[in-house]
């Protein structure tokens, strides 16, 4: 039995606590073996030394995000008491300022969080083509609008195309209201507040102005010859087999492509198949294109999410085996 006194003089104790407790209760939850007792500005913990030592570890590297960034969401708190491996909780940490990919309006840093969202970085900037595959929440649109953000800032490239396939999900366009930009913006919507967390709204809009910035709809994407540009297409498993061949097929010799996609949120009618599965397979060992699957572990959402997602995941599989019977 060992025990161990960590100060918190440095940080907002509500910051580091939580509401009503609610990040002590994680971290109780995290280290059930341990005792952990809260008085003022310092946390006690008492238990088996192996444990005090890992907890400690871990709440220290609260206290440091806590002492650059001044807030953490209960998500990243218990992402951190979570992490088994240095790298898992080294994403939380601004330790090297090259980490960050843009800074936003206010001074806001955007960088990859999490293992997963690190690798689509890196398979970035080694790749003309990058197939970012997983479940909502997880970062993957958000991680690819700063990347095109970064090169449209250092000149990589002359432009970024934002396109989404207009599927309706469960709704139809022809009975909302507006022109055809009114219908198709709630669809494009997600890009638009990517952008805005990363770009000064004047200087957003001049570049929207200007096309410097295009967030358009897949189908405008047919007959052009997309160049020197960076370019994301979003919501991919909503594209059909011949609407992802047709996009891959304008990508020019100057541009980069992201593609982003959750194969278990197909809006697409019953009659037609996603056709990014299939995109994945088939240029799965083409040179200078590359593939990550993202999961639960890199949401970075409401900390509910990520239960939320592992509940519907296990109720798909138990369906599926029914259905396998």
Excluded: C, W
Aim: proline share 4%; hydrophobic share 40%.
């Amino acid at each position: 039995m060992t025990e161990t006194i960590i100060n918190l003089e440095t940080v907002n104790p509500i910051e580091f606590f939580g509401v009503n407790n609610g990040k002590l209760d994680i971290l109780k939850k995290k280290f059930p073996l341990l005792k952990v007792l809260s008085r003022g500005t310092q946390l006690k913990l008492s238990g088996a030394p192996e444990q005090v030592s890992s907890a400690k570890e871990k709440i220290e590297l609260i206290v440091q995000y806590l002492e650059r960034n001044g807030h953490m969401s209960e998500n990243y708190f218990e992402q951190i008491l979570g992490g088994d491996d240095a790298e898992t909780v080294d994403n939380f940490v601004d330790r090297n300022p090259n980490d960050i990919l843009v800074f936003g309006p206010n001074g806001k840093s955007v960088r990859a969080r999490t293992a997963n969202q690190k690798r689509l970085v890196q398979m970035a900037e080694k790749n003309d083509i990058v197939f970012a595959i997983g479940p909502a929440g997880t970062g993957k649109t958000y991680t690819a609008v700063a990347l095109a953000v970064r090169a449209l800032k250092n000149k990589a490239v002359k432009k970024i195309i934002l396109t989404r396939p207009a599927v309706e999900a469960g709704e139809n366009l022809g009975f909302l209201p507006g022109d055809l930009k009114e219908k198709i913006d709630p669809y494009l919507r997600p890009l638009y507040d990517a952008l805005d967390d990363m770009i000064p709204a004047d200087k957003l809009g001049y570049y929207m102005s200007t096309r410097t910035i295009e967030i358009a709809p897949l189908a405008y994407m047919r007959g052009r010859t997309l160049d020197n540009a960076f370019i994301i297409l979003d919501e991919a498993q909503n594209s059909t087999d011949l609407q992802l061949k047709m996009f891959l097929t304008r990508i020019g010799s100057s541009a980069k492509a992201i593609i982003t996609g959750d194969v278990t949120q197909v809006d697409l009618p019953r009659n037609q198949r996603s056709g990014l599965q299939k995109a994945a397979r088939i240029l799965q060992n083409i040179d200078g294109i590359a593939h990550i699957e993202l999961d639960e572990d890199d949401v970075v959402r409401h900390r509910l999410v990520k239960h939320i997602l592992r509940a519907y995941d296990k109720e798909r599989k138990e369906e599926e085996a029914k259905g396998d019977h």
